[in-house]
C-alpha cells in the first residue's frame, strides 16, 4: 500500500483545514487517517501510486495554501524514504526509475512532534545535525527541488 504524507505549514492546522472544507473532506471520505509521529501532519494509505498522486492532484488547492509538502512512500520503491509529490509523479509517468530516484535528499528532524529545518544532501542522505532530533525522515527529492 501506498501512503500519503501531508506536512502542514507553519501557523495552518492542515488536518482542520482539510477536513473543514467540504470538497477536500470528500476526497478524503474513502481513506482513514493513520497515526503519525510529526504534528500538523495528516497520513493516509491509498491503494497506489496513481492513487495517491490522484488523491494529492484532488486536494491541491488546499496543499498550495496549508501544507509546506506533500510527499507519498511507494513500498515498491523504498520502506521507509518517502518521495516528494514532484519526484513520485516523474516515477508515476515512467519518466525516471525507481534507481534513479535516490540521489537527492531533503532530511528533517522531528523533535517533540514538531518539525526542524530540512537538511539537503546529494549521493545518500546526510545524518542530521541542525538540532536535537527524537527522530529523522528522509524524503527523495527532484533535482529542482534540490
Known amino acids: 500500500m501506498t501512503r500519503v504524507r501531508i506536512l502542514g505549514k507553519d ?51 488546499y496543499l498550495t495554501r496549508y501544507a509546506r509538502a506533500a510527499e507519498v512512500l511507494e513500498p515498491s520503491v523504498s520502506e521507509d524514504e518517502w518521495l516528494s509529490r ?19 535528499y531533503a532530511v528533517r528532524g522531528v523533535n517533540d512532534g514538531g518539525l526542524l529545518e530540512a537538511l539537503y544532501s546529494r549521493g545518500s542522505p546526510a545524518e542530521y545535525d541542525l538540532g536535537d532530533a527524537d527522530f529523522v525522515t528522509t524524503t527523495r527529492v527532484d533535482e529542482t527541488e534540490f
Open 86 to 104: 514532484k519526484l513520485a509523479a516523474r516515477l508515476y509517468e515512467n519518466r525516471i526509475d525507481a534507481d534513479d530516484t535516490c540521489e537527492y
Open 11 to 61: 501557523g495552518y492546522d492542515v488536518r482542520g483545514e482539510l477536513l473543514s472544507s467540504e470538497t477536500s473532506r470528500e476526497a478524503l471520505a474513502t481513506y482513514d487517517f493513520l497515526d503519525t509521529r510529526i504534528d500538523n501532519a495528516v497520513v493516509v494509505e491509498t491503494a497506489t501510486l496513481g492513487g495517491a498522486l490522484a488523491l494529492l492532484n484532488d486536494l491541491d488547492w
